[in-house]
């Protein structure tokens, strides 16, 4: 009783968060709705990597294809059958999701069986390959739009699908969580761990393997079909390899294996380029200019931040306080070198003229970040762990122990 | 019920044979386990002892003959169905789940008894969570036999080489086989760590009554633990019987065991 009451309560919050996100959000700043949402389906489609690729540890870099196909065929389908049934566009949309799942699944489940024989870099380049054949077939499909996309605009104005985002957001991080809660869950880590010692204890290695790829791409159909609605038109483009690459980058990031780590590395990842894009002067409005000799500076002293943190890291064998005060004063180093370098480049005479905008280099330093998380923290930011109220409780419980001390 | 003499035969090789290419890994191999049996597989190196136990778990499939286990027929079924129908295994060199705890370790091996469906376990539905504590309690007790439960939490690959090898048997009794397959159980254990793995052989043909088929180098562990011995060499069968018949057969002496055991 009280386990369906717990279970209740918990439905009600996420619905009743993601309706409050939608308002909260609204619709007076139609880019930032827009940045939001895709956020939303960024956390679907990292999670649901994660569980093919870091659970199961099948190392597919195709996802954006499973997205594609949720996408396109919902879209289709909406398109043509909206206005001959009686759903209002909101119960659609649920079921356009559902269907695009549907497709993306069975999708899934092709590519699936014949990699089943497959294992990492082979399984790789085969999902890789798959990923394009299926984009550029779409690119020659007039039906659909072909190269220049298609509009789906069933519903006349665009809807709300804020709120559908982050439920099946929060939908996918609650099947993968509870997944892992359960004994079930061990069948699909053992498979990466080690399939021939997991077939000898007598896990159904194929038929875990496909259940992964297929629940995994059945998630980013989902995903896919509401980002069809939400932006009222797709095209090839929006599903190149990229957006594969940052997706598993976002599960790299994040600690493969890890869900937290997902959701975390997929709203920064996609959060930080974004932000970047738009930096302006908060007054004049005017595009940031970031002076040269303030670049060359800032460039060198973060390879002097990181050599030094990297140097804590692999040499200091202290107490735990010790070395996070080391890091810390790696960092100040950073800041310190940035100031004194400042006004010596200033003096380099072709420098100083020079000025970059910032949003210019935005993928510059996306692409900086990433490095540096990397050489800090090869295992990912939350490597295999997982967030817990626990560890929480263990932080606070731990500090005013030490204050003591 | 019926107690007769003869005990049941648990696993029979008839004329089992592989090969790879031009390669006769192992050439009709024909031997029977009965109920119960403490069997010691041996053999020098590259003789097809492992190679034996990959026909037998369904890793490979045999060219010809026929493996029959409690009267089925089981050559060329998958690893995981026969491991389902009751044989388990441990590796020569240890295949743990390095990642999952030790415990995990052994729910891995539990969890082919599993009931509840993989949709009740996306919904956390309660009859899931049941099973779960369920599977987890079990492989705790087991832990507790096999000593090893002041380590459950521990990463596996974390652990004594000792401790692995002890886990990797937990592991494959968890899945509650009939017959335990050990590749080389003692390997790379020190003299002390020999003795107590006797022992707990031992234990789980009398206290569990499995029917144990061992691979090993040390002739002293094979010799004061197994009842009956199969040699190999070269993928064929040099010799077959009790312990104090392979000791001196000239044979066995002159391909394996050399002089004075």
Redesign the interface.
């Known amino acids: 009783m009280k386990f369906w009451l717990v279970r209740l309560a918990s439905l009600l919050l996420a619905v009743g968060f993601a309706f409050g996100l939608e308002s909260v959000v609204g619709h007076q700043f139609p880019s930032i709705y827009r940045l939001v949402v895709l956020a939303g389906l960024y956390i679907t489609l990292s999670v649901s990597l994660n569980l093919i690729n870091g659970i199961t540890g099948q190392f597919s870099i195709g996802h954006a294809a499973f997205y594609m196909v949720g996408a396109y065929s919902a879209g289709f389908v909406s398109k043509a059958l909206f206005s001959h049934q009686p759903l209002v566009p909101q119960l659609w949309m649920i079921v356009m999701a559902l269907f695009g799942a549907c497709c993306a699944a069975l999708t899934g489940l092709v590519v699936g069986l014949p990699s089943l024989r497959l294992r990492g870099d082979y399984l790789a380049i085969v999902t890789l390959g798959f990923g394009e054949i299926l984009r550029i077939v779409t690119q020659n499909i007039g039906a659909i739009g072909g190269a220049y996309g298609m509009n789906v605009k069933p519903f006349g104005s665009p809807p709300q699908a804020l709120w559908l985002v982050w439920l099946l957001a929060i939908l996918c991080v609650a099947v993968c969580r509870n997944l892992l809660k359960t004994a079930h869950g061990l069948p699909f880590l053992s498979v990466r761990e080690d399939e021939v010692a997991s077939a000898a204890m007598g896990v159904k290695v194929p038929k875990t393997k496909v259940t992964a790829f297929v629940v995994g791409s059945a998630f980013a159909g989902a995903a896919g079909a509401l980002l069809a609605h939400a932006e009222t038109f797709i095209s090839p483009d929006t599903f190149k390899m990229d957006v594969s690459f940052i997706i598993l980058t976002m599960v790299v990031l994040g600690g493969t294996g890890s869900i937290t780590g997902s959701v975390i590395s997929a709203i920064a990842l996609f959060a930080i380029p974004e932000w970047l894009r738009n930096l302006q002067d908060p007054v004049t409005k005017d595009p940031i200019q970031i002076p040269g000799p303030a670049l060359v500076a800032s460039i060198i002293s973060v390879v002097i931040a990181v050599a030094l943190f990297k140097a804590v890291q692999n040499r200091f064998h202290g107490s735990k306080p010790a070395k996070f005060g080391l890091y810390l004063a790696a960092i100040a180093a950073g800041f310190v070198c940035k100031l004194a370098f400042t006004p010596i480049l200033a003096q380099a005479p072709g420098l100083a003229a020079k000025s970059f905008e910032a949003s210019a280099l935005r993928m510059v330093i996306f692409a900086a970040t990433l490095i540096i998380l990397m050489l800090i923290r090869p295992q990912g930011i939350f490597a295999h762990h997982e967030f817990s109220w626990s560890w929480v409780a263990k932080l606070f419980r731990r500090a005013p122990k030490e204050a003591t001390a | 019920m019926s107690t007769t003499g003869e005990k049941p035969v648990v696993l029979s090789l008839e004329g089992a044979t592989i090969q790879f290419g031009g390669l006769i890994a192992v050439n009709n191999a024909t031997f029977e386990l009965q109920q119960g049996d403490l069997f010691g597989l041996i053999g020098p190196n590259g003789a097809g002892k492992t190679t034996c136990f990959n026909l037998i ?1 369904g ?1 490979y499939k045999p060219t010809s003959g026929t493996i029959r286990f409690q009267g089925k027929e089981i050559g060329g079924l ?3 169905k026969i ?2 129908m009751g044989i ?2 441990t ?1 020569q060199n240890i ?6 705890s030790v415990v ?1 370790n052994v ?3 539990a ?2 008894r ?1 009931r ?1 469906t ?1 949709g009740s ?4 539905l ?1 009859s ?2 049941r ?2 504590s369920a ?2 309690k079990e492989a705790m007790d087991l832990l507790e036999v096999m000593d090893l439960a002041d380590v459950a939490q521990a990463r596996s690959a974390d652990l004594p080489y000792g401790k692995q090898r002890r886990l990797e048997i937990a ?2 009794m ?2 509650r086989p009939d017959l335990i397959l050990l590749d080389e159980p003692a390997a790379g254990m020190n003299p002390q760590e020999k003795e107590d793995l006797q022992v707990t052989v031992r234990r789980i043909r009398d206290d569990f009554q499995k029917t144990v088929l061992l691979i090993e180098h040390d002739m002293r562990f094979v010799m004061g633990l197994c009842e009956r011995i199969f040699v190999l060499d070269h993928g064929e069968e040099i010799a077959q019987g009790p312990p104090e018949k392979i000791r001196n057969d000239p044979k066995v002496i002159e391909a394996y065991l050399g002089e004075a055991v």
């Open positions: 778990t890793v998958t690893p995981a491991a389902q388990c295994r590796f295949r743990l789940f390095p990642a999952l995990e729910v891995v091996g969890f082919l599993h509840t993989l376990a996306f919904a956390y309660p899931s969570i099973e779960t599977l987890k592991r494959a968890a899945t």
